[in-house]
């Protein structure tokens, strides 16, 4: 199956040797520009925002880069991507979206992927068949009732899908060696306080059992999306900000993000940088109805350049002073 090739370095217009500072800081001013909730065409941006997350999700981590340098320099945007020959995925296993299993092929859509994420990096694959046996009517002759296998795929769910839980339509397109295709398309739902890894499971919509078997599950493994000023552990989030020197001296009160509306924070005198505050409560839903925390972790950023007057008011303020870092 030949898709369209993803020139990821271009879609986050980055160079191929950009280190992981440049990615991060491409992806912030790329995903703020293009978050649904700021842009006039929300459509449009939806769409970007997508396509951004997608090649940050594999430039961010080191193994699927790795994976996605192996195909070389030489795909160029918009070309038709058929792996090379011999090429297999990192499970040892040929490529093919949606894994194939007994001459049987899947594909999804409205997962959040792109085709050639799927084909490249998808988890899809087929789980093992449970045979069971059952005696036929004669002696000596036997019927197994063949449990179908279940089919994988990942699912991109948003932050604020994490938080509200939604419902989403997910497309599945079987086709058989004689060539038949099937799409078929189902609601999955996402409960609030879905982690990462974690599979959501629709039970009876895999392959198809044999004899008279039962049919296998789908299992939609969740990859979050990324968020251009907040960070997921676990049920937690974390956002960064930089304060200047005299505020971590003095304290001052910060505006900061949240998922459920931007709210105000104290820092106070004497904040270290890489401290993080804790505002509890503002996190992820776990279960059992609480939530998770909000962390905001302050970085103190000293100025490049000063003028003649600051100069001397940080001199002042050497001589003076009687804090010594070193004492």
Do not use: C
Not at 161 to 182: F, K, L
Not at 304 to 311: A, I, L, P, T
Request: proline share 7%; hydrophobic share 30%.
């Amino acid at each position: 199956m030949a898709v369209q090739f993803k020139d990821y370095y271009e879609v986050l217009g980055v160079p191929r040797g950009a280190g992981e500072d440049d990615l991060r800081k491409a992806f912030r001013k790329l995903a703020r520009q293009y978050h649904p909730d700021v842009a006039k065409d929300k459509k449009v941006a939806e769409e970007k925002f997508k396509e951004i997350n997608e090649a940050y999700e594999v430039l961010s981590d080191p193994a699927k880069r790795r994976k996605y340098d192996e195909l070389g320099p030489n795909w160029k945007q918009g070309a038709e991507f058929r792996p090379p020959p011999g090429w297999q995925g990192s499970r040892g296993q040929p490529f093919g979206r949606g894994g194939q299993a007994d001459g049987q092929e899947f594909h999804f859509g409205g997962t959040g992927f792109s085709d050639f994420f799927e084909q490249v990096f998808g988890s899809a694959r087929r789980g093992g068949a449970s045979p069971s046996g059952a005696r036929g009517g004669f002696p000596g002759e036997e019927e197994f009732a063949e449990r179908g296998r279940d089919v994988e795929g990942d699912i991109m769910v948003t932050l604020e899908e994490a938080m509200h839980g939604s419902v989403r339509a997910v497309t599945v397109q079987s086709s058989d060696p004689n060539g038949r295709t099937r799409t078929e398309t189902y609601q999955v739902r996402i409960p609030p306080g879905v982690t990462e890894g974690q599979k959501l499971r629709v039970p009876g919509r895999g392959q198809a059992g044999a004899g008279g078997g039962a049919a296998g599950d789908m299992f939609l493994r969740v990859l979050l999306q990324k968020h251009p000023d907040l960070k997921v552990e676990n049920h937690d989030l974390v956002h960064e900000i930089e304060i200047a020197p005299w505020e971590a001296v003095l304290g001052t009160q910060l505006r900061v993000p949240a998922l459920d509306g931007p709210l105000s924070i104290k820092v106070p005198p004497g904040t270290q940088s890489g401290q993080r505050l804790r505002v509890r409560g503002r996190g992820l839903p776990k279960r059992g109805g609480e939530r998770g925390d909000l962390f905001v972790r302050v970085e103190v950023q000293t100025p490049r350049d000063v003028n003649e007057k600051e100069r001397a008011l940080w001199e002042q303020l050497s001589r003076e002073s009687t804090f010594n870092p070193r004492g």
